[in-house]
């Protein structure tokens, strides 16, 4: 069974540009979460996609947007880079069971993001 | 807002000690989890634990969560060069979202 697959695996961009990373989740998962993962401010929690639904959200500016299509493959934008956003983004995908069931969390191996 | 505190934050030890790394908060949480996260790759998830005072053993690697769900230890005999890595612990809140820890990154030499 392939893991999660995220692309690209490294990106550099100038401040005031924008960015789209991809997400390819394990199949049979339905929940897709990005994560931003910096030296100083630990591994932080962006939002979390189910059918194609955000379920949770983070405290990140409105500059970090996401979308999850129907065959749950997802979708991360930075709008208008900030130096600060350099960061590796990871996403993990898990089988959602509801009411609690937090099931297994799988990450993928991130995208590093330089922002010059 | 939920925060998990790590300590130590950086741990440098050779092969065949022992450690404890301690993740701490002032909320309760329905479960916790551990990862490892090595250079270049996704944090790997450990072990989770449910239950306050459950004791949770993977190898070498012993996992323990507090009484009251606020806290939770890790304890690793006889440590080994493949211990080596980025040790996170997670907080499960009842909406099912996740709140890592601040971590506590290990290198274990020979």
């Known amino acids: 069974k392939a893991g999660v697959t995220q692309t690209p695996r490294y990106l550099i961009k100038t401040r005031g540009q924008q960015v789209t990373l991809s997400c390819s989740p394990i199949?049979?998962?339905?929940?897709v979460s990005w994560y931003q993962q910096t030296p100083g401010q630990g591994l932080q929690f962006l939002f979390e996609y189910f059918s194609e639904t955000q379920r949770n959200k983070g405290n990140f500016p409105g500059r970090f947007s996401g979308r999850q299509f129907s065959n749950s493959r997802s979708e991360m934008n930075v709008s208008t880079l900030e130096l600060g956003d350099s960061a590796l983004y990871l996403c993990a995908s898990r089988t959602f069971s509801g009411r609690g069931g937090e099931g297994k969390l799988f990450f993928g191996s991130g995208t590093q993001l330089s922002v010059l | 807002t939920q925060l998990l505190e790590q300590s130590p934050q950086f741990l440098s030890i050779q092969e065949g000690e022992n450690l404890t790394v301690y993740c701490n908060s002032s909320?309760?949480?329905?479960?916790l989890q551990w990862y490892r996260q090595e250079p270049g790759e996704g944090p790997v998830l450990l072990v989770t634990?449910?239950?306050?005072?459950e004791v949770k053993k993977l190898k070498r690697l012993t996992f323990q969560f507090g009484d009251a769900r606020k806290d939770s230890s890790l304890h690793i005999t006889a440590a080994q060069p493949g211990d080596t890595g980025l040790y996170l612990c997670a907080g499960v809140s009842a909406a099912s979202k996740l709140t890592f820890g601040t971590g506590t990154r290990l290198q274990v030499t020979l």
């Open positions: 909320s309760v949480f329905s479960s």
């Open positions: 199949s049979g998962h339905r929940s």
């Open positions: 634990v449910v239950t306050g005072g």
